[in-house]
């Protein structure tokens, strides 16, 4: 029985050459049999791709060490999982205005973002009764789960994030948030959306 290698990675990382960098993975993973969706844009790289163990960590050590990329790979967010089945049917290398789309120009992670928390921080951070925690999921991944306590911002698409933000967050600017989502990646974009404002 086979068992494909899934990797989910992103990286705020500022690419102005994001075509030709493109075009360099898109050839990398056809020839190694990875399938899946990986977007590009100038803000950075986010995507879930699946093939081969030693394809995959061909892959990551691809994005990490070829010349062309330099550095700027060498510190994404990677979460490895398996699958008996190949989960995708297809390839797909896109360059995207956004890699988690959000419709807010100027809002950039690698500009401003906000803290990282450590488990038993976030733990004391969520006990204080002054901290508004805030799940930044969507509606169908809130009703699968969240904290107890936790503010849902009764959103269908991540874009929608901001209206929450005007309607309910502006008059509390004082008090301490603290968000969580499923990979880190809506974390990343929605804290330095506030702390912009």
Known sequence: MSVF???ALYKFVTLEDVQELSSSIREFCAAHKIMGTLLMAREGIN????????????????LETEPQFGVRFADMEIKFSASEDMP?????????DEIIKFEEPGISPTEI?????????WNRLIADPGTIVVDTRNNYE???GTFQGAVDPKTDSFTEFKS??????MDKKDQPVAMFCT??????????YLLSL
């Open 5 to 7: 290698k899934v990797v």
């Open 88 to 96: 995708f049917l297809r390839l797909k290398v896109r360059v995207k």
């Open 183 to 192: 990979g880190g990646i809506r974390c990343e974009k929605a804290s330095s």
């Open 164 to 169: 929450y933000v005007a309607n309910e967050l």
């Open 113 to 121: 973002v906000g803290t990282y928390v450590a488990p038993r921080e």
């Open 142 to 144: 809130v009703e699968i």
């Open 47 to 62: 995507g879930t791709l699946a093939g081969p163990a030693a394809s995959i960590d061909a892959f990551i050590t691809f």
